[in-house]
């Protein structure tokens, strides 16, 4: 199956502007996901899939749109 | 009976030790809510304009809500506000932990100290019982001694202390007010006013328990937000490395405030981010009351230089920052110590770091030289110069008595131009975070009412592409662009400055709530309806929000600020000099457009100032004739 992840800030640096269509296998959830494009979670804050917030364990779907944006603020 | 809360403001005169309790209406409580709108209230109405901060006519007000103490994660925090002696505007600031609640189960939504007593003294608040105590042993001592000692005294092993140290007493003015060594109202120097009054300490203890209108609905509440915390990405890192991960995120974004913010990439990064302190200092997490993020660092290190106590706080990002990449320095070691030693002398670590890179940036400009700091070098990177400071400010010694006063007035003390490395705004040392890479939040320092402050509206990064998604509930359904300065960024501003103020209002952690964390905006106003019995909702709570800003914006205007006092720093207006925003900078005629467009949507005139309309259409005519 094909998901295509869109990268914010240096998470898409050498990236395609940022956007990747990446092939999985069935049952892949968003932390192998993560693995596969070597991002290491704590770098991680908005995770969404088609424009719901999401989970690491989630299950990804042929065709799903996948958001993530690095951690930015706070006290 | 009114739930959540318990319809009693105590007064404290401090000069006469009397004190008196006040039942405000639910209407009342219904408008003012508590936090920063409760306390802005009780300074428009007591406060003269143009007095001096440390003056025994400041009024001091420590302000939990309606919600504080109730069984959810955030829902802990409280408000210490005053006149600020670091800016002369409205100064308030926020903390966690346990006293808030304690507050609360102690038979008080709030409390309102006026006067200065003659001599030192604590405050103990006991299940509804008032007494103010002789401080005299506790004058002189830190923070944790302060703490040993109110328990011993009032052999109560759960009493909740928020106290100064001696940067308080001595009324520096950025000191802060803590409790437990955890929990800090860091910021504007109410640390200071607490010193002016010569209260030394407000102890809380109470057995008293929340009455909740549907403690049903909250329970669900909290099962279903503290099962979500152990799953949304964000709660997930900050409860296994707290807001210590933001080093390496915002270095390698370009945007570690580094050397006085002349750079956001900082070399030694590696050394100070979230895996070489969990592999070195850390020792366990700690948390606020009922809450299941547990995002508190303690840290521990056997060090004859440097020694950590596990008591004493471990450094979260801000003050990772402040005392690490500011001042070009990579030793984590010494800016855990730093931190600890902040906090034992009750120094607001944010200001420290910012006075601290300032003093090292003249030092390096020869600005200031060896005839001013007793023959010592204060050069980047130089730890041991970092940790000498911090007691010379507490102590106010040397060039600590100069620095003491915050980079603004430093500045103008040490003249040759110093001012022009003095990064402040309205007179507040800057928090860690550079407007150049997220120009919304660049806008939440310039229009902050207590200066640069960082916690004032939602970053801009987090809604970049689909993650606008989270601003929905407000309206907002196209992406936000982190470096621009438009009116969609306005419109962004605008709004997520009236629902992130929500929880400065409702006494509500960020790490728990929207738009960000771990909560949603229906799953929110659930909450305050379960626990008030209110029939309320987002458009009711963020009108609060905006009442709340516009009453600071009053007495700040009252007190004689301009809109030339809403701006940004020098350096943000300068070309980003390397890293991945290398060139980026903010356009000056952008950005004054932008804060004009904001007055023009916020209902203020061009002059910065609420309009009569803005006024009665948030209930807040009888502040018409101060406007």
Known sequence: MKVNVMFFATLGKNRNQGIEEVHLSKGTTVDDLLKTLMIDTTQVCTLSVNKKMATFDQVLSDGDNVTITPPIGGG | ?627
């Open chain 2, 1 to 627: 009976m009114p739930f959540g809360y318990n319809g009693k403001i105590l007064h404290v005169n401090l000069t006469d030790c009397s004190w008196e309790i006040e039942e405000p209406s639910e209407t009342w409580y219904r408008t003012y809510v508590g936090g920063t709108a409760l306390a802005a209230y009780y300074l428009l109405k007591y406060l003269k304009p143009g007095l001096n901060p440390l003056s025994k006519e400041n009024v001091l007000v420590f302000a939990c809500s309606v919600v504080t103490g109730a069984p959810l994660s955030g829902y802990s925090r409280y408000t210490v506000a005053a006149k600020s002696p670091l800016t002369g505007a409205i100064g308030r600031t926020e903390a966690g932990g346990y006293f808030g609640p304690e507050l609360k189960f102690a038979g008080f939504d709030a409390v309102v100290l006026t006067g200065r007593s003659p001599k030192p003294v604590y405050l103990y608040i006991n299940d509804g019982k008032v007494e103010i105590r002789d401080a005299g042993a506790l004058w002189g001592q830190d923070n944790w001694k302060t703490l040993e000692k109110i328990r011993d005294e009032t052999n109560e092993k759960m009493v909740r202390v928020a106290s100064i140290g001696i940067a308080g007493e001595r009324m520096v003015p950025y000191a802060c007010v803590q409790n437990d060594l955890e929990h800090f109202n860091g910021r504007t120097g109410m640390g200071a006013v607490m010193g002016s009054k010569n209260l030394k300490a407000v102890a809380v203890r109470g057995h008293k328990k929340l009455q909740m209108a549907d403690p049903q609905m909250v329970k669900v509440i909290r099962e279903w937000h503290n099962d979500r915390i152990k799953v949304h990405p964000p709660n997930v890192n900050l409860s296994k490395f707290g807001t210590t991960i933001l080093v390496k995120g915002l270095n390698v974004t370009g945007i570690l405030p580094t050397r006085n913010f002349r750079d956001g990439v900082f070399e030694g990064a590696d050394s100070i981010n979230h895996e070489t302190y969990h592999n070195t200092i850390f020792e366990s997490n700690s948390t606020c009351y009922a809450c299941a993020v547990r995002c508190k660092r303690r840290v521990s290190l056997k060090d004859e230089k440097y020694p950590l106590n596990k008591h004493f706080g471990g450094p979260e990002y801000e003050t990772i920052a402040g005392l690490g990449s500011m001042c070009g320095i990579d030793n984590l070691p010494a800016v855990a110590h730093g931190n600890q030693r902040c906090n034992l002398l009750g120094l607001d670590t944010i200001s420290t770091g910012s006075v601290i890179a300032f003093a090292f940036e003249c030092f390096e400009k020869g600005i200031l030289t060896k005839d001013d700091t007793d023959g010592r070098p204060l050069n980047w990177g130089d730890a041991d110069a970092m940790i000498w400071l911090i007691e010379e400010i507490a102590n106010r010694r040397g060039i600590g008595e100069i620095l003491s006063e915050g980079v603004r007035k430093a500045a103008d003390i040490i003249g040759k131009g110093a001012e022009k490395y003095a990064f402040h705004i309205k007179g507040q040392e800057m928090p860690m975070h550079d407007g150049r890479g997220k120009t919304g939040m660049g806008m939440g320092f310039a229009l902050s009412p207590t200066g640069a402050e960082h916690m004032e509206s939602p970053h801009d990064v987090a809604f970049q592409g689909d993650g606008v998604s989270k601003l929905y509930g407000l309206g907002i359904f196209e992406p936000i662009e982190p470096l621009n300065t438009n009116a969609q960024k306005v419109r962004f501003f605008v709004n997520g400055q009236k629902a992130w103020q929500i929880n400065n209002c409702y006494g509500i952690c960020n790490f728990c709530s929207v738009p960000i964390h771990a909560m949603t905006f229906q799953m929110l106003v659930d909450s305050i309806r379960a626990i008030t019995g209110w029939d309320t909702s987002l458009y009711d709570m963020m009108r609060v929000s905006e009442r709340s800003n516009v009453m600071s914006r009053v007495f700040n205007n009252r007190e004689g600020f301009k809109t030339e006092d809403d701006r940004i720093i020098r350096r943000w207006h300068e070309p980003m000099p390397t890293g991945p925003l290398k060139e980026q900078n903010i356009d000056p005629d952008e950005f004054q457009g932008a804060l004009a467009l904001y007055y023009e949507i916020s209902g203020w005139d061009k002059e910065g100032n609420p309009t009569r309309g803005k006024l009665v259409d948030l209930n807040l005519e009888w502040l018409i004739d101060e406007s």
